[in-house]
């Protein structure tokens, strides 16, 4: 699984949040209910995209209890209904999930059980645990659509060991 390391400087996003489970298959059925109504929020607000447009989801764990945050890059005011957070400057390791929605939960599996764990990189304890990018690439159920997984790391500290 390829990968590369970017560094990101901060932005903003606002969107909408919805509780999830610890069911990977009802969070896929909420998510998927959450985006058409956060785009037809979007719509609603006239916040729609045109062109290059790109969204954001991501996933946080408050409580332990796990979130998802559909969002867009905050450009006005934010509306009712909406929150805003910022995305702090840091270095990620990006991974593109290439294939329909209802695979990515695959793509994570082979993230954080080989790829993280056979690099370098560490994820680092952030306001979230990773972030979703779509963009014109994404395409629901195709097999050529691309969802870029953006997750926040640092280089693994080598153990010291003493004599």
């Not at 560094?7 to 903003?12: A, K, N, R, S, V």
């Not at 489970?21 to 995209?49: A, D, G, H, V, Y």
């Not at 014109?136 to 659509?145: A, E, G, L, P």
Request: charged share 20%.
């Amino acid at each position: 699984m390829d990968y590369r390391i970017q560094h990101l400087d901060e932005f903003l996003i606002i969107g909408q949040e919805i509780e999830l489970t610890n069911s990977q298959k009802e969070n896929l059925q909420i998510s998927t209910s959450f985006w058409r109504k956060f785009n037809m929020n979007l719509k609603t607000c006239q916040l729609s995209q045109n062109g290059h447009w790109v969204k954001y989801a991501l996933m946080t764990r408050r409580q332990n209890q796990l979130y998802y945050f559909c969002a867009i890059p905050q450009t006005m005011d934010i509306p009712d209904g909406f929150t805003s957070k910022c995305i702090k400057a840091h270095q990620y390791m990006v991974v593109e999930h290439v294939g329909p929605m209802h695979q990515i939960y695959q793509t994570y599996q082979k993230i954080y059980t080989q790829l993280l764990p056979q690099s370098q990189y560490q994820p680092v304890n952030s306001e979230f645990i990773h972030f979703e990018k779509y963009d014109y690439r994404f395409h629901w159920n195709s097999d050529h659509s691309v969802i870029e997984i953006w997750i926040p790391v640092t280089i693994k500290q080598k153990p010291m060991y003493t004599v």
